[in-house]
């Protein structure tokens, strides 16, 4: 079964700091999203990637999608306490429509 | 637009006892997802509906959980009895056509459940 595995875990970094997080998955990757989900909460969309080489910006962050490598990063530019929270990749499954997750990463922007 | 409801936000109960989430989708919304979240994991997928019908319920303990869309619109969660492992966040989400990989889910902002 395919899976994606996220790192790191988890990342605390300082206010104005830049930051990466990487999503790799076990199988091909026809489409990738990512969202963001504060503590106990629900899901929220930030950017889906469809293609290799893709790359898709909001605000301050960034994320590319590497089709060979199976693997996707967000990138997040000068960052703020509000960019706190846990971040998800999610994907369709190969030949299916359903969604896998990542097990998240947690990020804690320090004022 | 209105974003998806769920509701209770957080509900407590003892094990053995039952309990039931509502969801309601995105207006329009032909597919509803109903996902476990538990503690440091990813969602896991429960059951899927396109309509009134169910497209995917592999991963659904048919034992104790069930679900239902009875008008193709909004959906109930029940789980009978509880266990300790069911103390997750229960997570709805719906997207257009359920179809195509590229289709953008859009999720609720989820039940909390702790079973005692």
């Known amino acids: 079964s395919q899976e994606l595995e996220q790192s790191p875990q988890s990342l605390i970094v300082q206010e104005g700091k830049n930051l990466t997080i990487n999503c790799t998955s076990s199988k091909t990757l026809y489409g990738l999203y990512w969202y963001k989900q504060k503590y106990g909460e629900g899901l929220i969309f930030l950017m889906m990637l469809q293609k290799g080489g893709e790359e898709k910006s909001h605000e301050k962050i960034t994320a590319k999608l590497d089709e060979k490598k199976q693997q996707s990063s967000l990138h997040i530019t000068a960052s703020q306490p509000s960019h706190a929270g846990i971040y998800l990749c999610g994907a369709p499954t190969s030949g299916t429509y359903k969604y896998i997750f990542g097990t998240g990463t947690r990020l804690k922007v320090l004022a | 637009e209105a974003g998806v409801a769920q509701s209770p936000r957080y509900k407590i109960i003892e094990k053995r006892q039952s309990v039931a989430f509502w969801c309601n989708p995105i207006s329009g919304h032909a597919t509803l997802y109903w996902y476990q979240q538990i503690l440091g994991q990813g969602p896991k997928l429960l059951i899927q509906f396109q309509n009134n019908g169910v497209v995917d319920d592999s991963q659904l303990p048919k034992d104790r959980f069930s679900a239902e869309r009875l008008k193709g619109v909004d959906s109930t969660l029940k789980i009978q009895p509880a266990k300790l492992e069911d103390s997750a966040v229960y997570l709805c989400?719906?997207?257009?056509?359920?179809?195509?990989?590229?289709?953008?889910?859009?999720f609720g902002p989820g039940t909390r459940l702790l079973v005692l």
């Open positions: 989400a719906s997207s257009t056509t359920g179809q195509g990989n590229t289709e953008t889910q859009y």
